[in-house]
């Protein structure tokens, strides 16, 4: 999802024009101007209403109805007994399935925001800035594809990450077939994909800290570790939060990864809501109870992007 | 701020890109290792010998032609398209003035509060469904829809919520002088759009573009659904997943990691000449 928390730049109303001819022509200059505005705005408008909100509604009717997916004909309207069956005992949805969702979306925040913070910390005023962005970027414009399989064969037996733990004279982890590992071992990839972009913000975040401060501390005899804790950290707040809130949201709804690496193996240890929707809507075609759990997981990500707005909004109160 | 402590910072930056670096460079060492060699106890980093074999046999198992073909026209078409319907629309939303503005730009920003997989499911059936395409009849029964053409790849990703407000927000900054005085030489709004803004607005369509670029080239989840319904457009990533998943993987893993090197190259590629651009990009857009 792009995300809705880019800083808003101040809204303005374009002036109005100047030197616009008054009078008659001017309404009629006015008119031609909504004419040309929707004509400007029709390809945009024509595929949100064709690709964004029809499919909206249909989604929403599906949640409701029980289909077999060929005659539009035969949606056979059920109410809520899809969302029943999915929270019913029993179901896994609730349990592995959306409780994997939020341990996934935690892991990856716990480890990507630990990871950025301490490279962004080393990194800043350091040399070759150019260098080291380019290398902590690759992942990013990399295929999920390239990443989740190159990752999988790594954690084979006769892979690499085995390979280091042999040389170290530890014994082979099964990290994709043990359902206690296989979880960690895809939230590590996942965190290990986004680096970059954290690093990126919080790098952006620790220029703008006017270095007078640290200055200004050190002088006051404050140790780095109190500069740390005590200027750093809190100065640092908004751009650790907007991390931590945009990782969340994608861990909620990210599931390529786990389709290439684990395809939510084994058995249900890496299933995440998104990939059990894909799964009960396109290869059980269960698309009533799969457009039910698409909803029960927007609500999850919709009440967070609510409680992520009222933070942020407190928190421009008190700068 | 002085650093006590300069080389620790260097060996924590260093080990990190290591941790970054590593994953690629087992990928390009694996693609030349010959058969027998990768999967085997005890690991070994580097081939015994740098063989390009499993870069033929990776181009002929893949119908690699196909594949590429595949991927360029989607890349390309669905970069055009956000190009130009997030040009067009941003004018009008930063320079028209019109009833219904704010209405409109309130539904661009709302459109980003949806998550794309909210939209997986009805989008494939109303492509499967639409009427009078690939055999199907007017209420969209009896054929296969819009899945016969490669166009059912794209369409998701034509119109771009973001794009339009990223270019609206830096259209609003361009100086009024230019676009009255073209204006009064009788330029009528399109010639407007097209000889002045556009040029104008180059910067953040390049970011713009190489961002959609990027994003539609490893595109994963659309294009193996597309492709399940019609493998002719197979682009690359599925191709090469594909490759992965029906092959015996002790064997084939070099021939895999040829064909993921392959695809992942002309993104990288792009990305190492136009990296400024595309950092920008990803500082406006937030995290990836």
Not at chain 1, 164 to 188: E, M, R
Not at chain 2, 34 to 48: I, N, V
Not at chain 2, 208 to 214: A, D, E, S, W, Y
């Amino acid at each position: 999802m792009v995300n809705v928390l880019t800083p808003r730049s101040p809204e303005r109303a374009p002036d109005p024009l100047p030197g616009a001819p008054a009078g008659h022509g001017r309404r009629r200059g006015r008119h031609r101007e909504t004419v040309v505005a929707y004509l400007f705005l029709a390809p945009a408008l024509l595929f949100f209403a064709v690709f964004l909100l029809l499919p909206l509604g249909f989604a929403l009717l599906l949640s409701v109805s029980r289909w077999t997916g060929f005659d539009l004909g035969a949606i056979e309207p059920v109410g809520p007994d899809n969302f029943a069956a999915l929270l019913a005992d029993g179901s896994t949805f609730l349990v592995p399935v959306l409780t994997n969702t939020l341990l996934f979306a935690l892991g990856t925040v716990a480890l990507a925001l630990t990871g950025s913070v301490v490279v962004a910390t080393c990194v800043d005023r350091l040399r070759f800035q150019g260098l080291w962005r380019t290398l902590y970027f690759l992942p990013i414009v990399t295929t999920v594809v390239a990443v989740g399989n190159v990752w999988k064969y790594m954690y084979e037996p006769g892979g690499l990450a085995n390979g280091v733990l042999n040389a170290l004279g530890l014994g082979s982890v099964a990290f994709l077939q043990d359902p206690d590992t296989a979880l960690p071992s895809v939230v590590v990839v996942q965190a290990w994909a986004s680096l970059g972009s954290a690093i990126l913000v919080l790098t952006a975040g620790l220029k703008s800290i006017p270095a007078s401060y640290h200055e200004a501390a050190a002088l006051d005899g404050a140790g780095p570790g109190t500069v740390f804790r005590r200027i750093t950290l809190p100065l640092l707040r908004p751009s650790l939060l907007f991390v931590c809130v945009t990782q969340f949201l994608t861990g909620l709804q990210s599931f390529a990864l786990i389709t290439v690496m684990t395809r939510g193996g084994p058995g249900d240890a890496t299933n995440v809501a998104a990939l059990e929707m894909y799964r009960l809507a396109f290869d059980h075609g269960d698309w009533g109870t799969a457009s039910a759990a698409a909803f029960v997981l927007f609500a999850v990500v919709l009440v967070v992007t609510l409680a992520q707005l009222r933070v942020f909004r407190r928190a421009g109160e008190d700068a | 701020m002085r650093r006590r402590f300069p080389w620790l910072s260097y060996l924590v930056v260093v080990a990190g890109a290591l941790l970054t670096v590593v994953p690629f460079l087992d990928m390009v060492m694996t693609s030349f290792k010959g058969p027998g060699e990768a999967g085997t106890l005890p690991y070994r980093f580097l081939p015994k010998a740098f063989a390009l074999s499993n870069y033929r046999a990776a181009i002929e198992q893949l119908d690699l032609p196909t594949l590429f073909r595949n991927s360029v026209v989607v890349t390309t078409v669905i970069t055009v398209s956000v190009l130009l319907t997030s040009s067009l629309a941003g004018y009008a939303l930063a320079r028209l003035r019109f009833p219904g503005r704010d209405l409109v730009f309130r539904l661009v920003l709302s459109t980003m509060m949806f998550p794309p997989f909210l939209f997986l499911i009805p989008r494939f059936l109303i492509l499967v469904h639409w009427p009078l395409a690939g055999g199907n009849d007017l209420l969209g029964r009896g054929g296969a829809g819009l899945t016969v053409s490669i166009v059912a790849l794209a369409v998701p990703f034509l119109v771009n919520g973001f794009g339009i407000f990223l270019t609206r927000q830096f259209m609003l900054s361009l100086p009024d002088e230019v676009l009255e005085a073209a204006r009064i030489d009788g330029a009528g709004e399109f010639t407007v759009w097209w000889r002045i803004v556009v040029p104008q607005t180059k910067p953040v369509l390049v970011t713009l573009g190489l961002l959609t670029f990027v994003d539609a080239w490893n595109e994963y989840i659309w294009a193996l659904l597309v492709s399940t319904a019609n493998p002719d457009l197979m682009t690359l990533p599925v191709g090469v997943q594909l490759l992965r998943d029906h092959v015996d993987p002790a064997r084939t893993m070099p021939v895999v990691m040829a064909g993921l090197v392959l695809s992942v190259l002309p993104v990288l590629v792009l990305f190492l000449l136009l990296q400024k651009h595309y950092i920008r990009g990803v500082m406006l857009s937030g995290l990836k």
